[in-house]
């Protein structure tokens, strides 16, 4: 048995639905997507593996919703909410039943995590199977914009390819920052891998805009303080109530900084 198959016998032991349990556990193990009492969606749920251990690690307070073209059988006694949605993600129709059932209208966004185990069926031809799993990755990237709040978590598989730069460069616009993970649990043999994106920025500001901005205050460490729709950005050496332009320079999902421009 080679050291992979380990993991086929560790699910049947220990309960789980699908081996891919453990690429979830290794996901939130090195990158911290799951937490107690977080609200978390899961596409391409079925059969539920990825369901349960997101179930035990969010916890009573948490919420998880299931989606996949699919049936999901029922989790027996989760520890969490759980919620199942059955339908396609390229269907305009299932997302806006994730919407609804998180309760995200554009101004409230409730969700936490957006994690994606989707997979197309595969034909053995690269670069088509590539080119399909891309495409799912931004069904689940265009649901993770609508739904995650600030500070928010992206995790989603694709399959290696010529692509992936592409998508990893758009993503990345999107949170903190991105890098891929390949869980021990994937089999040696496969192309795929997870790209994590965290901390979801939703700044009305990006790094290198340049814009004009009144100091409403002055904070504790001597910077300037300024309000862009309600956003706080962090100015270096102004006083309270000058008009300065300034160049934003790090944004994180709550505040940013910005340099008086020259
Ligand atoms: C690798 S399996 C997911 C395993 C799951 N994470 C678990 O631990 O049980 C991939 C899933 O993606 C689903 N899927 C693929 N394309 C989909 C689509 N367009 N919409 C919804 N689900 C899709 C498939 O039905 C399949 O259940």
């Given at each position: 048995m080679s050291g992979k198959d380990e993991y086929y016998n560790r699910a049947k032991q220990e309960g789980y639905r699908a081996r891919s349990a453990y690429k979830l556990k290794q996901l939130d193990e090195t990158t911290g997507?799951?937490?107690?009492?977080?609200?978390?969606?899961?596409?391409?749920?079925?059969?539920?593996?990825?369901?349960?251990?997101a179930a035990e690690t969010v916890g009573p307070d948490g919420t998880v919703v299931g989606v996949d073209r699919q049936r999901i059988d029922d989790l027996e006694d989760p520890d969490a909410t759980?919620?199942?949605?059955?339908?396609?993600?390229?269907?305009?129709?299932?997302?806006?039943?994730i919407r609804e059932r998180v309760g995200a209208d554009g101004?409230?966004?409730?969700?936490?995590?957006?994690?994606?185990?989707?997979?197309?069926?595969?034909?053995?031809?690269?670069d088509l199977d590539h080119a399909r799993s891309v495409h799912l990755a931004r069904q689940a990237f265009e649901v993770a914009l609508d739904v995650l709040g600030a500070g928010g978590d992206f995790a989603v598989k694709v399959f290696d390819g010529r692509d992936l730069d592409d998508l990893e460069d758009e993503i990345d616009e999107e949170f903190e920052y991105v890098r891929r993970v390949r869980p021990d649990a994937s089999r040696e043999s496969s192309s795929e891998l997870y790209l994590v994106a965290k901390g979801r920025l939703t700044a009305p500001v990006r790094e290198g805009d340049e814009l004009e901005v009144t100091i409403d205050d002055v904070?504790?460490?001597?910077?300037?303080v300024a309000k862009v729709d309600g956003f706080t950005l962090f100015v270096d050496g102004v006083e309270e109530g000058e008009t300065v332009d300034v160049r934003v320079g790090d944004v994180k999902p709550n505040f940013a900084f910005a340099e008086p421009l020259e």
């Open positions: 997507l799951l937490g107690q009492g977080r609200t978390v969606v899961d596409l391409g749920a079925a059969p539920g593996g990825w369901l349960q251990v759980v919620e199942y949605v059955r339908g396609d993600m390229t269907d305009e129709s299932t997302k806006e039943e101004e409230e966004l409730p969700v936490d995590a957006v994690v994606s185990d989707m997979a197309p069926n595969m034909t053995g031809e690269y904070g504790s460490e001597g910077d300037g």
